[in-house]
């Protein structure tokens, strides 16, 4: 799937990732530029305790061999607080990073072009980048609809 008609921000494939630095659930930052070498999975999703959002982000926990098996670092993003991100993290046992586009409110959302501003969050976007930090591929789910874990393996795949 790949961004509405008329979505602001379209990133092309193959150009280069916005970097950005976010914290993550312990107040860490995290900057994408620093993982390149790897590839990286970006998965922007509406809310921390949702429950397709833990439906989604709890099939990437389960699937890590997905990841694993491609060298590919996974960073979840939301417009919830460090704090919020903490304790979703601990209940649901996520081993990979849940960045905090809190403040400025939805501000790397917005420049991946999936921030929603009539509801404040972020919708389901996915962006995958390759070793060099090149958009290699990209989807918006739209409102309610869940990815599956067949996406990210299948786009890892064309990247290895």
């Known amino acids: 799937m790949t961004f509405p008609q008329g979505d602001a921000g379209a990133l092309e494939v ?7 630095e976010l914290p993550n659930q312990f ?9 390149r070498g790897s590839p990286v999975v970006i998965v922007f999703y509406p809310f921390a305790f949702s429950t397709i959002c833990t439906g989604e982000l709890g099939a990437i926990r389960d699937g ?5 098996s491609a060298g590919a670092q996974v960073l979840a993003v939301s417009v919830d607080s460090k704090f919020a991100l903490r304790a979703f993290a601990e209940a649901e046992g996520y081993p990979f990073p849940l ?15 999936v921030f929603d ?8 976007g996915t962006f995958i980048l390759d070793r060099e930090g090149t958009l290699r ?14 996406v ?4 890892l795949a064309d990247i290895r």
């Open 14 to 20: 193959g150009s280069q990732a916005p970097d950005f």
């Open 64 to 68: 890590r061999d997905v990841f694993a």
């Open 99 to 113: 960045l905090a586009d809190f403040w400025p409110h939805g501000a790397v959302a917005r420049r991946y072009g």
């Open 137 to 150: 591929f990209r989807a918006v789910n739209p409102p309610g609809e869940p990815r599956g874990l067949g």
């Open 117 to 124: 501003e009539a509801s404040g969050m972020a919708r389901r």
């Open 27 to 35: 107040g860490e930052p995290v900057r994408l530029s620093s993982l």
């Open 152 to 155: 990210y393996s299948a786009a």
